[in-house]
Nanobody, 127 residues
Framework: QVQLVESGGGLVQAGGSLRLSCAAS????????VGWFRQAPGKEREFVVV????????YYADSVKGRFTISRDYAKNTVYLQMNSLKPEDTAVYYC????????????????????WGQGTQVTVSS
């Protein structure tokens, strides 16, 4: 069992930045696929980014590419999401996700491909 706890959300004006943190416990995430999803009110959970277990390859949703960056601190067993140039449409609850298998055939762009989820942290971007 892996526990994931997000933090760092809050209210920011458009154009601002936030860094979300995802602290993991129970297992090291060094070989896990990790990523972030988000969910706006009344909307489905949306893929944001995934960092594959092999080679640290990262894939970003087009909507955040060039603005968001995923990173890991392996010593702290923590995953980060740096969010820059935030837009009102980025407003959502952001979820940290992880999966221990890392099947190469998976896209890891849908929620059901991950075993572990954090509780979510709210990000609100005002205009």
């Amino acid at each position: 069992q892996v526990q994931l706890v997000e933090s760092g959300g809050g209210l920011v004006q458009a154009g601002g930045s936030l860094r979300l943190s995802c602290a993991a416990s129970g297992r090291t995430l060094s070989t896990y696929v990790v990523g972030w999803f988000r969910q706006a009110p009344g909307k489905e959970r949306e893929f944001v980014v995934v960092s594959r277990r092999s080679g640290g390859v990262k894939y970003y949703a087009d909507s955040v590419k060039g603005r968001f960056t995923i990173s890991r601190d392996y010593a702290k067993n923590t995953v980060y999401l740096q969010m820059n140039s935030l837009k009102p449409e980025d407003t959502a609850v952001y979820y940290c996700v992880a999966d221990p298998i890392g099947y190469s055939g998976r896209s890891y762009r849908t929620p059901d491909e991950y075993d572990y989820w954090g509780q979510g942290t709210q990000v609100t971007v005002s205009s």
